[in-house]
């Protein structure tokens, strides 16, 4: 599996999103930016992805910025991916000139699309900031 740049990107800013809690203010560009390392006019068009995806919500003015339209145990990886990259629809044709070993090699290649695919519907963007979240350990 290949990962855009693009879709990293998306990523790391719904965790930027979903880290600042429910009631937080809306975060702007400026500072999901500059905490990630991402160029903020190419945060603006993933941003204009996810908001099309109705992953984010917008609001305009001096204390604007983005804020999760859902909670983040309701957005998936693959949800993210596809609001940036679109949908998955790659298929793929053998070289090989024998058809069955071509179909066993099909047939493999359609496993791995649909485990890969079940790992990105199941993973939530509240995993990942669980994730990335430091546990304190009590002693």
């Known amino acids: 599996m290949k990962v855009s740049a693009k879709a990293e990107y998306a990523c790391l800013a719904l965790l930027a999103l979903a880290q600042q809690g429910p009631n937080a203010p809306p975060l702007r560009i400026r500072d999901i930016s500059e905490a990630h390392g991402i160029p903020e006019r190419y945060l603006v068009q993933i941003l204009l992805h996810l908001k099309g995806g109705g992953l984010v919500v917008s609001t305009r003015g001096a204390s604007g910025g983005y804020q999760l339209a859902r909670p983040p145990e309701d957005i998936s990886v693959r949800e993210v991916l596809t609001a940036v990259d679109g949908p998955d629809d790659t298929t793929r044709e053998s070289p090989s000139t024998d058809r069955r070993a071509a179909q066993i090699l099909s047939l493999l290649w359609d496993r791995v699309r649909e485990a890969e695919r079940a790992v990105l519907d ?6 990942l900031v669980a994730q990335a979240t430091p546990h304190e350990w009590t002693i």
Do not use: D, G, Y
């Not at 199941?122 to 995993?127: L, P, S």
């Open 122 to 127: 199941q993973t939530t963007v509240a995993e």
